[in-house]
DNA sequence: AAGGGGACCAACCGCTTCAAA
DNA sequence: GTTTGAAGCGGTTGGTCCCCT
């Protein structure tokens, strides 16, 4: 599967050369035709390519005072930079335990059943792949295993199997999606913003496939694209179980009064995601904790799945 | 050898979330 | 309960590299 093998010497190398040739007039253009103005007040700030001698400062910055506070960051490291742009750099560039080079086909696997559970959640499926961020995570689905996918005959967004073939396969290439038909719970769709999960997963969660009708097919035959091997045991839940996700069109209606009172009627269930240190809000909006120890799981929103 | 086009990926913008005031 | 600002996230852009013709 790799394309191209890059060292991080070989990268260094790059990177030097590629910071010779960039000069201050693309730095200052290259922007031009983008948006709004710059997040930071500062009209001075770098844009663009980071300097060898700006990724020293920051790495020294950090080492010696730690990550925290990438607003006031950049002025005491001594860089004309925003602070986004430093927590940036730091997070998919500098950052010690990075890992660099190509991705493994278990990591594409592990990828595209994270991606199936989770959708566009990068970061949740960075958090899995010690070593890799959720940046590379992106630029990597975009451009591998979206492929990868296609091929296949499986549709990126919903893990579905294309219909129509070739026609199919040439309109999810150019951003169309079929229409979903085997009763799979898919993934959230990027537009409008994808459903907050409900549950992180932890890197030995094994998969089991489930199939169309709910049996788990791990064995199962193979040719078909399949879907997500999700064998998450939910059963311990407290209590009735949450309402069953509601279709993807009632999803799409924004809720009314009266379908937030009725979510906040529901039963709570314990959040799975205390127990797998996921941090508060990253994987759900559960914000308590009981006296016992346990979070409660907010129920699954309108349109959620898990 | 040169040019074109696709692939790759760093970095940006805009939005959402969260916590402190 | 509301406001505000920082942090974080996801989508997108555009420069560079590499392969093919």
Redesign the pocket.
Known sequence: MP??Q?TPAA?LA?EN??QH??GED?RK???A???????CEKAHT?????TKEEDQRLIAYIKAHGE?????LPKAAGLLRC???C???WM??LRPDLKRGNFTDDDDELIIKLHALLG?????IAGQLPGRT???I???W???IK?KLLSRGIDPQTHRPLSGGASAAAAAASGLTTSNTAGFPSPPA?VP??A?PAIAIPPNVMFAAPSEDGQSSSGGSSDAPRCPDLNLDLDLSVGPPCSPPKTPAAAASTPTSQQQQQQQQRPTTICLCYHLGVR???AC?C?TTSPAGFRFLRPLEEGQYI
């Open positions: 394309l191209r890059e990268a790059r050369t590629r040739q960039e693309r253009s290259r922007r035709g983008m948006g709004r103005s710059p997040c770098n844009k663009g390519a980071w925290g506070c990438w607003r006031s602070g986004k742009s927590r940036l750099r998919n560039y566009n959640k990068w970061s949740l959720d940046n590379e992106k630029n990597y975009n451009t591998h492929r990027p913003r994808p907050r508060n809000g990253e909006s914000k």
